[in-house]
């Protein structure tokens, strides 16, 4: 058994260095500011939160170690049996779950919402065990964009959609449209929740390049493009996906926050690059710049919902933001 | 078509590059050779525009490399030690972006594309992701950007590492085919015994110095033999418990 304790402290000490990332949320810009300005009322934006991180926390601990490598060690059968029983509880999350069927046994819980807890769960973890062949997955079928640059746009599309901050702006815009189909939203909460998709998304615009790795950099450095070309294809994706997000809400003034949001974002995306991961919420700046994203993209909304034209001066904001921060990013980009 | 004087780079107190001074002429290959740390990569990125030298000067393609970066990029290809991959795109994407990065309108990049992938034998692979790819396929979706815009010169490091003998041969025919057309390759290489069939000028850097620039025509004996004069081999040392009794 000692090979056994060995690779699950191995394990154990992969999982736990990966979980820290999942702390990203705490500077994200939608948690945040629902602490701040909500406290224990924003218990609803916690859950949607919680809701969106639950499913790539249903990892297999198991999938850390490679299957090639797995397969090579000399495992007896009972020795890859207890390996595949334990693995498991290296999860939280399946601790939490046993919990959780513990109270639904007491009827503390209902055995509908530990069933739905579970069936995530159970999804998450055995989902990656199905690769899907070249050309099936969801990936291929991002749409084509037109100019040079399609490729580029699309890559940081895919980026964008492979963060949680995404997700839980979709959830927030279904929820809204839900509402507002069922007749139940006042049309003053419209412009609120629009402010509220947005900043949701606010934290990927602090952090454009943070999915970007290093061999991604040498290509922009090779590329005999400009700064504001390589800022633009980091910011076309971010506008697309507020325009469809806001869309059933306030749209011009969705539009407009979403521009504020860029226009402030790029001083950190370009002059304090930090690494995001994959299935995470993006983790925003410092709290100054975070505190002025927000303030300056809920007063653009507002403004333009009263004052329409106010949206030539946002815009006006940012392409002075594009040019400026895109001649920074081409001097950054020379390694020192 | 490449010509650098003096040119140095230091990170710190270590210098990578020590004042390197060297001539490549149109439609030369000429192979920088050294240990791992000499200083190639560094040399690479340094003409390539990758890395500002702290001293020296250099030109590529008759362009001051640091005062024309931009220009320089429009007119080199570029496979570099990091291959510069985005996990994000599929091996044709990859291609097909480079087209139209470097000014090729929509059909020809198609066109381009199309026959890269088949001469690399990357037709099979066209739509894997690259963060899915062996090392292989991405060394050769580097190698194709690499090609696809028509360089005048190539900058290549370490080309033929992780890839299959076949296409190692198509390559190497590549290279030598573009050569003849005037265009100017610079690669570094570990594997002498291609460098020497492939090369017309031979660089050796050691500890950021060259240490040997002489033509094919001038080699002593063999590459590896001139080579292994020139490097020191660190002591060897008996690895007593490999073989051994089992414990």
């Known amino acids: 058994m000692a090979r056994i304790r060995a690779i699950l402290g191995s394990l154990l000490l992969v999982f736990r260095r990966e979980s820290k990332s999942f702390g990203s949320f705490g500077t994200n810009n939608f948690f945040l500011m629902s602490v701040l300005a909500l406290g224990a009322a924003g218990a609803f934006l916690y859950l949607i939160m919680a809701l969106v991180m639950f499913f790539p926390m249903s990892t297999d601990p198991l999938r850390k170690i490679p299957p090639s490598r797995l397969n090579l060690w000399p495992l007896s059968s009972r020795e890859r049996w207890v390996l595949r029983v334990a693995s498991p509880w290296l999860n939280p999350l399946t601790w939490i779950l046993a919990g959780l069927a513990v109270w639904a046994a007491r009827g503390?819980?209902?055995?509908?919402?530990?069933?739905?807890?579970?069936?995530?769960?159970?999804?998450g973890f055995i989902a990656p065990s199905f690769p899907l062949a070249p050309r099936k997955g969801a990936w291929h079928h991002i749409p084509a964009f037109p100019g040079p640059l399609n490729h580029l746009i699309r890559k940081n599309l895919r980026e964008l959609l492979s963060t949680l901050d995404f997700y839980c702006a979709l959830v927030l815009s279904a929820t809204v449209a839900g509402f507002r189909l069922a007749g139940k939203l006042p049309a003053e909460a419209l412009l609120?929740?629009?402010?509220?998709?947005?900043?949701?998304?606010?934290?990927?615009?602090?952090?454009?390049?943070?999915?970007d790795g290093d061999q991604a950099l040498t290509r922009y450095r090779l590329f005999p493009l400009r700064g504001w070309q390589l800022l633009a294809a980091k910011d076309t994706p971010f506008l697309l996906a507020a325009l469809v997000l806001t869309l059933s809400m306030a749209p011009l003034p969705g539009m407009t926050a979403a521009v504020m949001a860029l226009t402030v974002g790029h001083a950190s995306s370009v002059n304090e690059r930090r690494e995001q991961v994959r299935w995470r919420f993006s983790s925003g700046a410092s709290f100054g710049p975070s505190l002025l994203q927000v303030a300056l993209l809920a007063i653009a909304a507002g403004t333009v919902q009263t004052y329409p034209l106010a949206i030539l001066a946002v815009i006006g904001a940012y392409l002075g933001s594009t040019w400026w921060f895109g001649r920074v990013l081409e001097r950054g980009l020379v390694e020192s | 078509m490449i010509s650098c004087r003096?040119?140095?780079?230091?990170?710190?107190?270590?210098?990578?590059?020590?004042?390197?001074?060297?001539?490549?002429?149109?439609?030369?290959?000429?192979?920088?050779?050294g240990p791992n740390g000499a200083g190639k990569s560094t040399t690479v990125k340094m003409l390539t525009g990758l890395v500002p030298p702290n001293s020296g000067q250099a030109t590529v393609a008759g362009l001051d490399v640091a005062r024309e970066p931009r220009e320089i990029k429009k007119r080199i290809g570029v496979l570099p030690e990091d291959l510069g991959l985005f996990d994000d795109l599929t091996v044709e994407e990859h291609l097909l972006l480079t087209g139209r990065v470097y000014g090729l309108n929509e059909h020809e990049a198609r066109s381009r594309t199309g026959q890269l992938l088949r001469v690399l034998s990357l037709t099979d692979g066209r739509d894997t992701f690259a963060g899915h790819c062996s090392h292989g396929m991405r060394k050769k979706t580097a190698f194709a950007m690499a090609l696809l815009p028509n360089p005048q010169v190539l900058f290549l490091d370490e080309p033929f590492e992780a890839i299959d003998p076949v296409t190692g041969k198509i390559m190497h025919d590549l290279l030598v085919t573009l050569a003849a057309r005037g265009v100017t390759i610079f690669l570094t290489s570990h594997i002498l015994s291609v460098a020497e069939r492939i090369a017309n000028q031979f660089v050796m850097i050691q500890g950021g110095k060259i240490v040997w620039n002489s033509s094919a025509e001038d080699l002593p004996r063999s590459l590896e033999d001139h080579y292994f004069d020139l490097v020191e081999s660190p002591a060897a040392e008996d690895l007593k418990w490999l073989g051994s009794a089992r414990s």
Not at chain 1, 108 to 117: D, H, S
Not at chain 1, 193 to 198: A, K, R, S
Not at chain 2, 23 to 28: N, Q, T
Request: charged share 10%; hydrophobic share 60%; net charge positive.
């Open chain 1, 108 to 123: 503390k819980v209902t055995f509908g919402l530990w069933a739905a807890a579970a069936g995530v769960f159970v999804i």
């Open chain 1, 192 to 211: 609120p929740m629009t402010v509220l998709v947005v900043l949701a998304l606010s934290s990927y615009a602090q952090s454009l390049f943070g999915l």
């Open chain 2, 6 to 33: 003096g040119l140095t780079r230091r990170f710190g107190d270590f210098t990578a590059v020590d004042g390197l001074t060297l001539d490549v002429a149109k439609g030369a290959i000429c192979a920088l050779l």
